[in-house]
């Protein structure tokens, strides 16, 4: 079984941010390559901290392993919303070569030469978009177009920076690397070029569209399918829709998340779907045959002699089918006897006749007064 990230880097659930940072700092100083040369434990211990800093420093992929544990990036990988998932020790450096600046003053680690340069290529980041559906098209699931707004590339420089025609210029400080490497004793540290501020080249005649930052606001409509059974929630992840790559990376991915606008017959609970049904109080003496209107069409239900009010019927299976693909809840109609407030003078007549029979003891008045106060009993149950 795979080891607990929190457990991993010694902090607690709730941790924040700086308290995670932290510890992830002192285990990759504690287990480093160059501290354990030709330690294959310490070097493991290395890449699975860099592994649960890469989940738990992100707070959407925190919020989907604390809900689903490891289960979360089945299928995943690096990128993305995947867990970990490094190839080798020099993809951590190139994504946390930050956390060594941080600590040590620069970037990279001298005796394996490797270090973190801003100018390479990154995914995009991960967007997030909140739908609104009914709960019908909850229940039997729905293809809908969305509209969002998403940082890409310039289209009109390519994402360079510079006025078509010109070309940005390798920074010489640097080399082109975006950061300057300085011996300090047993590390190499780097640091940001302060000539280029890290991305390696410099911009003299800027892009008029982008005033030379490379990117611009571009809004996308795509079509997302929303699978029958979701809830409010509900998370649906569509692959390579969120913000575009970083010098030529890929780009991120688009997250809708599911809200299920309230029903005015239907009330959810799980897979389960409740509703009332009103019947007469001759129907729920005599039993009777409705129909009900469901989300998948009219359905004939029976109601016994002498249903009591607040019993219920189910239609079973006839609920919300599962996200997961199997199975069925169930659909419950309470029954609600409506009392009439009021008799005409043969109903009246026709119920002391009854009564007289089976020698029950009623008013000898209107006895709409009578069902007045039924109706008023059964409400409040």
Known sequence: MQ??????????KNADDDTIKKAYRKMAMQYHPDKNPGNSEAEEKFKLAAEAYEVLRDPQKRQMYDQYGHAAFKGGGAGGFGGGGFHDINDIFESFGDIFGDFFGGGGFGGAGRRRRSNAPRQGASLRYILEIDLKDAVSGIEKEVTYDSSVACGTCH???AEPGSQPETCTTCGGQGQVVKAQGFFSVATTCPACGGAGKIIKNKCKTCSGSGREQKSKTISVKVPPGVDTGTRLR???EGEGGYNGGPPGDLYVEIYVKPDETFQREGNDLHAEVKVSYLQAILGTNLEVETFRGKEKVEV???????ERIVLKGKGV????????????FQVVVEIPKKLTSEEEKALKELAEKKHENVSKGSISGFFSKIKDDISKH
């Not at 016994?304 to 607040?310: E, I």
């Not at 089918?321 to 419950?332: A, E, F, L, N, W």
Request: glycine share 26%; net charge negative; proline share 9%.
């Open 321 to 332: 089918p599962s996200v997961r693909g199997y199975g069925r809840g169930d659909m419950y």
């Open 304 to 310: 016994p002699a002498g249903t009591q009010p607040g």
């Open 3 to 12: 080891q607990d990230y929190y457990e991993v880097l010694g902090v607690q």
């Open 159 to 161: 994402g360079s920076g």
């Open 238 to 240: 569509v692959n390579g």
